[in-house]
T-cell receptor
Framework: GDSVTQMEGPVTLSEEAFLTINCTYT??????LFWYVQYPGEGLQLLLK?????DKGSNKGFEATYRKETTSFHLEKGSVQVSDSAVYFC????????????FGQGTRLTINP | SQTIHQWPATLVQPVGSPLSLECTVE??????LYWYRQAAGRGLQLLFY??????ISSEVPQNLSASRPQDRQFILSSKKLLLSDSGFYLC??????????FGPGTRLLVL
């Protein structure tokens, strides 16, 4: 079945460092791909998405490119801030109809000043 | 614009007591609705989803049930809570697309 694998956390960086969180997927067909962010004590917020191969999603300085050849959707940011500390989830659209999402296990990111 | 509400925000319940968590969506019609659970330090587990009133699909066998009495209302229930039911419960909605939008969540602690 469809699945998403994220790099294991936690990830700890200093402010202004470069961030990469790896995400790879296994899916039949051509799913859409998503990154969600969860700040402490809150629900999930959509960070960015891409719906077809070679699409680049971007938001708040974060970017991810849908790479069909490597089945990847890695999240990147050039210069992180303390306020980026959160848990990040990669997800793909799964079975049609109910439009279910398949989530990765999440990566906890901590940015130190 | 669309908004999603969940209540209560926090709940502490004894083992064996009943549970009712409510989720409502505003500003849209005929949404798909979802219940997820997030155990401490873990990922999200899809519990139930619904594509219409009275239509509920269960993803995992468990102590919980869901109902959709109205188009924009989704309720998660239990007759008798277990310790393992503790967690963070998230409701989400989507309409005709794949993007799901999440509510603020309910934190449940079963003692």
């Amino acid at each position: 079945g469809d699945s998403v694998t994220q790099m294991e956390g936690p990830v700890t960086l200093s402010e202004e460092a470069f961030l990469t969180i790896n995400c790879t997927y296994t899916a039949t067909g051509y799913p859409s791909l998503f990154w969600y962010v969860q700040y402490p004590g809150e629900g999930l917020q959509l960070l960015l998405k891409a719906t077809k191969a070679d699409d680049k999603g971007s938001n708040k300085g974060f970017e991810a490119t849908y790479r069909k050849e490597t089945t990847s959707f890695h999240l990147e940011k050039g210069s992180v801030q303390v306020s980026d500390s959160a848990v990040y989830f990669c997800a793909l659209s799964g079975i049609q109809g109910a439009q279910k999402l398949v989530f990765g296990q999440g990566t906890r990111l901590t940015i130190n000043p | 614009s669309q908004t999603i509400h969940q209540w209560p925000a926090t709940l502490v319940q004894p083992v064996g007591s009943p549970l009712s968590l409510e989720c409502t969506v505003e500003g849209t019609s005929n949404p798909n609705l979802y219940w997820y659970r997030q155990a401490a330090g873990r990922g999200l587990q899809l519990l139930f989803y619904s594509v219409g009133i009275g239509q509920i699909s269960s993803e995992v066998p468990q102590n919980l049930s869901a109902s959709r009495p109205q188009d924009r209302q989704f309720i998660l229930s239990s007759k008798k809570l277990l310790l393992s039911d503790s967690g963070f419960y998230l409701c989400a909605w989507s309409v005709r697309g794949e993007t799901q939008y999440f509510g603020p969540g309910t934190r449940l602690l079963v003692l």
